[in-house]
């Protein structure tokens, strides 16, 4: 008699998407792939890398949080695995109730592959206090299915403790081991000249309240192969659609708005898959801006980068890792790029990344995860599954009206329309069923209210999509 071959572990991954999912530029806009931020799609591609062993199959959960699903989760899956970013902040609380409910009806391990706690750069946590209920119960649960939770950096492991919570590691953000335990990093060139590529990024509160658009204004002065590369949902609907419905997005002074000098000239991108993004920044010889992930892609490409630091998330991550960074309140607005390039020392960040991958993978080791560093082949076929998709092209400025350029667009829309109109005739179908019903009950003097409230929330699942839709280009 033989064994029965163990079958692999299943590990579900809180991540947008799979790696190896594989859409167009509009059906990903649509399905907002990476939860309005194409950063977050940085560290889950990683940790799902990281994960896929040949004891172990990763499989994305989705970013929405559905705690009815916990019966499914547990008859289908061995742990729960969950990449965070910012989420210990007020504006994620609803989505941090959600997850904890689910996480309460889970009878499988859950690991928190790093969260991080939102704060300003003077790390005050007062701003938190009113959620901290909250946060208190999303750990609390965690820890009674792990041996511990991961968090990003120092601030973060400072305000769960003085909550009274001690089983508590600093291991960064997944993102920086993709490549596991070898960092290498050089500057290509002893100085930046006008003839360098460079890319900057940052956040609309950066460029609204610390005064990043002068610096990006004269830094596409002095550099004409200057490129901005955007992270948002809102940024990559500016540049493929030229509007959102968020007012946010009527911030002129982002290189992503339609107005905006570099999106004229066509200098702008958003990626909607880290590989294209990491592979393309491969040709750039120094990234600077306000977004972490932004300068970690760069990093991974092998790109000196220094980050401008607005708030704890992006500092405390800074100084873990040793990514050269300057607080972006004390940055002159008329820094030239060539100096942040000249005092960028990649010495800490270099020689420090072993000692830091070795504590992530203990981490992991702890909580009962193998990692495909030490447990598998260090990536390679994952790599190599990568390699063979055809991922779709950087979104880029609208600018032109080459008929190629609009196909995919106008196609999309109407295959959008043929959608929206067929879910039209099945509510139609379905109110006409409930009215027939109403007018029964109507008759016999009772339910008289239900079709204005049916009719209404017909209207609103189907008419503002349709209104955005056929709304006319301003």
């Avoid at 299943?10 to 190896?20: A, D």
């Avoid at 919570?165 to 993709?178: A, K, L, N, Y």
């Avoid at 991550?317 to 820094?335: M, Q, V």
Wanted: net charge positive.
């Amino acid at each position: 008699m033989t064994d029965e071959p163990t079958r692999p572990r299943r590990i579900l991954l809180r991540s947008g998407k799979s790696p190896f999912d594989v859409a167009s530029l509009e059906q990903s806009l649509h399905r907002d792939v990476f939860a309005t931020n194409a950063g977050n799609l940085i560290f889950s591609d990683a940790a799902h890398k990281i994960l896929t062993t040949p004891r172990a199959e990763v499989f994305s959960n989705g970013i929405r949080t559905d705690p009815s699903a916990a019966g499914r989760i547990n008859e289908e899956f061995d742990v729960f695995v969950v990449p965070l970013a910012n989420a210990f902040r007020p504006t994620f609380e609803r989505p941090l109730k959600r997850m904890t409910q689910l996480i309460k009806k889970l009878r499988i391990p859950v690991v928190v592959l790093g969260v991080g706690a939102q704060a300003d750069l003077k790390y005050d946590a007062a701003r938190l206090k009113p959620m901290e209920p909250t946060v208190r119960e999303f750990v609390t649960e965690v820890l009674n299915r792990s041996a511990s939770i991961g968090v990003r950096g120092e601030f973060t492991e400072q305000y769960l403790k003085n909550m009274g919570f001690r089983d508590v590691e600093v291991i960064g953000c997944p993102s920086m081991f993709m490549n596991g335990e070898t960092f290498t990093l050089e500057k290509r060139a002893g100085s930046l000249t006008t003839e360098s590529r460079v890319s900057v990024n940052g956040s609309h509160s950066a460029v609204r309240s610390h005064g990043l658009d002068a610096i990006i204004r004269q830094a596409h002065e002095r550099y004409p192969h200057l490129r901005f590369v955007g992270q948002n949902l809102l940024e990559a609907q500016l540049l493929h659609w030229r509007e959102t419905s968020n007012p946010i997005g009527a911030q002129t002074s982002m290189p992503t708005h339609p107005s905006h000098p570099m999106y004229r000239e066509g200098k702008v991108r958003l990626y909607v898959d880290p590989a294209t993004w990491i592979d393309e920044l491969r040709a750039f010889d120094f990234s600077f801006g306000s977004r972490i992930h932004g300068n970690i892609a760069a990093l991974l490409a092998g790109v000196p980068s220094t980050v401008l630091c607005s708030d704890s998330r992006t500092l405390e991550l800074c100084r873990y890792f040793g990514i050269p960074h300057r607080k972006i309140s004390e940055t002159p607005k008329n820094i030239d790029p060539a100096e942040l390039y000249e005092a960028a020392d990649f010495g800490e960040l270099v020689n420090g990344h072993k000692e830091r991958f070795l504590r992530f993978t203990g981490f992991m080791e702890r909580n009962g995860l193998e990692n495909t560093f030490h447990h598998g082949d260090s990536g390679k076929a994952f790599e190599a599954q990568l390699s063979k998709l055809a991922l779709p092209p950087a979104v880029r400025p609208w600018t032109d009206s080459d008929p190629d350029s609009l196909s995919s667009r106008f196609s999309w829309m109407q295959s959008r329309m043929e959608e929206l109109a067929a879910q039209n005739a099945l509510l139609r179908s379905q109110l006409e069923k409930k009215a027939g019903q109403v007018s029964i009950k109507v008759q016999a003097g009772e339910g008289a209210a239900a079709w204005p409230s049916a009719y209404r929330r017909a209207r609103r699942v189907v008419g503002r999509p349709v209104r955005r839709l056929l709304r006319p280009e301003q």
